[in-house]
Structures are given as C-alpha cells and as structure tokens.
C-alpha cells in the first residue's frame, strides 16, 4: 500500500522560505511516477494544485508561485520536494503531496494522497 508523509511545514514570516518533503512508502519507485503539490487555504473547498512532475521529468506550477517555488524528486531516496522562497501570506495553506495522477497534472485527481503539512505565512 502506497503511503506519502509530508513534512517541513511550518510558521515563517513573508519573504521567507521552506522547503517541504514527501516521503513515499510501499512503491518499488519513483522515478515513473508522476507527483505533484496542492494545498487548501483556510475556508476554501477546492484544493489548488501547486506543481507537479510527472514521469518524464517535466514540470509546471500554478500562475501564482511560477518564479518563487520549485518541484524536485530524489528518485534515490523515493521523496519529492517543493521549495517555496519569497513566501507571501496568501501561501498560507494545508499542504498536500499527491502521487500517481489520473487525468491533468493539476488536477486534484491523483490516486494517492498524504495527510498534509500546514504552512502558515505571517506578514
């Protein structure tokens, strides 16, 4: 059974920086695998797709962090990261990685999610 454990959440001030990881448990891999990023801001039902990287490496981001956060994966070590630098007050959110998507890479269609890490940015 696949199992994502997210990480490095926090509290941290505007213009600052976190980087957040994902450690996928129960897959032989993921170097095929696609992942991705979203988060659901306080009061908000949708949860909003950040980045995501799919099987070939590629790579896109959510208009409002292109510039400021990076997706990667450590296909070694099974654990994707997002690094978020020049945070702002609208990041504040739940945090969720996602692996194994079934239509956009956007989409919060993925097949396996984790339980989420909260950052909170104060201005």
């Known amino acids: 059974q696949v199992q994502l454990v997210e990480s490095g959440g926090g509290s941290v001030q505007a213009g600052g920086s976190l980087r957040l990881s994902c450690t996928v448990f129960?897959?032989?891999?993921?170097?095929?695998?696609?992942m991705s990023w979203f988060r659901q801001a306080p009061g908000k039902e949708r949860r909003e797709g950040v980045a995501?990287?799919?099987?070939?490496?590629?790579?896109i981001y959510a208009d409002s962090v292109k510039g400021r956060f990076t997706i990667s994966k450590d296909n070694a070590k099974k654990i994707l990261y997002l690094q978020m630098n020049s945070l702002k007050p609208d990041d504040t959110a739940m945090y969720y990685c996602a692996a194994v998507r079934r239509s956009g890479m956007l989409d919060p269609t993925y097949e396996h999610w984790g339980q989420g890490t909260q950052v909170t940015v104060s201005s």
């Open positions: 129960g897959y032989a891999g993921t170097r095929y695998m696609s």
């Open positions: 995501a990287i799919d099987s070939a490496g590629m790579t």
